[in-house]
């Protein structure tokens, strides 16, 4: 199949993330690797995928999941090589998936080349320049140059003796200790990076997703200001905030675009960037990345205001910048949609996580199908749709990982408070028996809980009603239902339903609640995530109701 070369062909995608160390294993090693996605084309088309995103797969110690990188130009020996992930793009292309790559400018890993030359080298040198590096306060340096907070640890610096270096300074990292913060400032970093965007672009990869997006550029003049509140979305609007969204990250964007522009389709890409909503537009401008995740969903409970809400202001705000919008419910930093809306919006989640799932009862089947309703719903919308893998499987969050398994830097380094990302990463289970259900012939490097049985590939495609055989024939159908990014809202007459609308006459309503909702007779029914009924009984949340057509947690598809 010929890809197309419509430079919009990504407004209103489907793409499928994939998380490589946990999607397929080829050779028994217990990690995901290139040839274990190459070997799962049928499944990925079984899915109408338009593209792929893949989470970083270069060469890693995996202080963070691979988000810390030796070597942007390489695939991870563990991995495989350059010539499997261009057997596996050539493959993928074939059959009309496009591939996004991830990039992580913010900060390389502690063995690139680069910062082992500027431990290796003085204060002032040009290898120390491309980073981040400091004299510290205290009569002999010994505190740290400021009060930059760290994700992962109590402090974004780190003296260089932890990394072998000789001169009393500090280094910055905005991450864990293994990722140190490039200097942006540096036009050298910059160069660096068109060459690697240009790497890959060559090899005819269709897309980048950008991670941190928001970082990067740095007010690093003397004396470092102070950053007392928290970044993040507490940033102000002005761009002037210490370390994150800062004006200046815009020309590096610029600069990006017009190398995408190079390229016929133009390469495209979506910003992580956790901004206000009204900061959003400027990194999705046509002019820059062209698109932005809008996270709002994945903040958002399961209720028909929280999702109109954020549809309403989302739909604006990507509107200033003329890009389409982004939804989804997960991705590999998130806790999954299926236990998040199985646990009532009042449960601090973080905690319920840490007890190892004790605290609350978890409604195991409402809230799959909660997170399939909610996901129907969010592929009717006008935009870009994106699933992370396992979604489609409905999987759960896996709780109970034992201490000694666990990878996540973020419980490692974060003074132990959270129990990390590890619970969304688990290898995916391919069929219900065997070694590692189907993810390879050996181990698996998470443990995997023994209801995965329930939930594999193998078992699910032979039930029509299940999660991933829901997604299929939605994913299919949207296809054939899209046409331009409008939409508009009908009365419904219930606080717990919504009801949308599309130009050439797809309609969805989502009812959230816990009784039944009668649509009357709009057309044809085409799709929906779960059975109508005439009458009946389901527990949802815990609530009991009869009567109705629309179940609770449902999404149904109507063509008038
Ligand atoms: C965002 C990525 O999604 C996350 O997994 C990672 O830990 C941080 N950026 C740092 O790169
Ligand atoms: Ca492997």
Redesign the pocket.
């Known amino acids: 199949m010929a890809l197309s070369l419509d430079k919009d062909w990504w407004r209103q995608a489907a793409i499928y993330q994939i998380y490589p160390r946990s999607f397929k294993d080829s050779n028994g090693d217990g990690i995901g690797d290139i040839k274990g996605i190459t070997s799962q084309i049928d499944y990925l088309s079984s899915l109408s995928l338009d593209a792929v995103w893949l989470?970083p797969f270069y060469p890693s110690a995996l202080a963070?999941?691979g988000?810390d990188v030796d070597d942007y130009r390489d695939v991870d020996p563990k991995l495989g090589t350059l010539s499997d992930f261009d057997e596996m793009l050539a493959k993928l292309h074939e059959v009309g998936i496009r591939v996004f790559v991830d990039i992580?400018p913010?900060?390389s890993s502690n063995r690139h080349e680069w910062f082992k030359a500027a431990i290796a080298s003085e204060p002032g040198s040009d290898a120390r320049n491309r980073y981040i590096f400091r004299d510290g306060k205290g009569a002999n340096g010994e505190l740290p140059p400021s009060d930059w907070p760290s994700?992962f640890a109590p402090s974004a610096w780190s003296h260089e003796s932890t990394q072998g270096g000789k001169h009393n300074q500090w280094y910055c990292h905005l991450?864990a200790p293994e990722?140190p913060d490039f200097n942006w400032d540096n036009p050298e970093v910059e160069a660096d990076f068109l060459k690697t965007l240009r790497f890959w672009a060559d090899r005819g990869v269709d897309g980048f997703r950008i991670?941190?997006a928001a970082g990067m550029k740095k007010d690093l003049s003397e004396p470092l200001r102070s950053q007392a509140t928290y970044p993040g979305m507490n940033n102000p609007l002005t761009g002037d905030d210490v370390l994150f969204d800062r004006n200046e990250v815009h020309e590096v964007f610029k600069s990006w675009r017009k190398l995408f522009n190079e390229y016929s389709p133009p390469r495209v890409a979506v910003a992580?960037a956790y901004v206000r909503p009204e900061r959003l537009a400027l990194y999705s401008s046509p002019d820059e990345l062209g698109q932005a995740f809008n996270f709002d969903m994945l903040e958002a409970y399961f209720s028909a205001t929280d999702y109109k809400k954020v549809i309403d202001t989302s739909i604006k705000h990507s509107g200033a910048s003329g890009s389409s919008t982004t939804w989804c419910l997960n991705?590999?930093?998130q806790m999954r949609p299926a236990t998040k809306y199985g646990l009532l919006a009042s449960v601090d989640r973080i905690r319920w996580k840490n007890s190892g799932g004790t605290t609350h009862p978890l409604d195991i089947n409402g809230g799959i199908h909660a997170a399939v309703a909610g996901s129907m719903l969010i592929m009717a919308l006008p935009g870009c749709t994106y699933i992370y893998q396992g979604e489609e499987l409905g999987l759960h969050e896996v709780v109970g990982i034992p201490e000694s398994e666990i990878q996540d830097?973020?419980y490692l380094r974060n003074l132990k408070a959270d129990l990390g990302?590890d619970g969304c990463r688990v290898p995916l289970p391919w069929t219900s028996t065997g070694t590692s259900f189907g993810f390879g012939s050996g181990g698996s490097h998470l443990p995997q809980p023994k209801w995965f049985a329930d939930y594999s590939v193998e078992i699910e495609t032979e039930h029509d009603l299940s999660p991933l055989s829901t997604f299929r024939k939605a994913l299919a159908l949207r296809k054939t239902l899209q046409s331009t990014e409008e939409m508009s809202w009908h009365e419904t007459g219930d606080d717990d339903v919504l009801h949308f609308s599309r130009p050439n006459g797809w309609h969805c309503i989502t009812n959230f609640g816990g009784g039944f909702y009668n649509f009357g007779n709009l057309g044809e029914v085409v799709h929906s995530s779960q059975p109508l009924a005439q009458s009946g009984i389901y527990m949802a949340h815990g609530k009991m109701s009869v009567g109705g057509e629309l179940p609770p947690a449902t999404t149904v598809w109507i063509k008038a």
Request: charged share 25%; glycine share 6%.
């Open positions: 989470s963070d999941g988000y992580v913010n900060h994700h991450f990722q991670d941190v992580e991705n590999h930093d830097p973020q990302r």
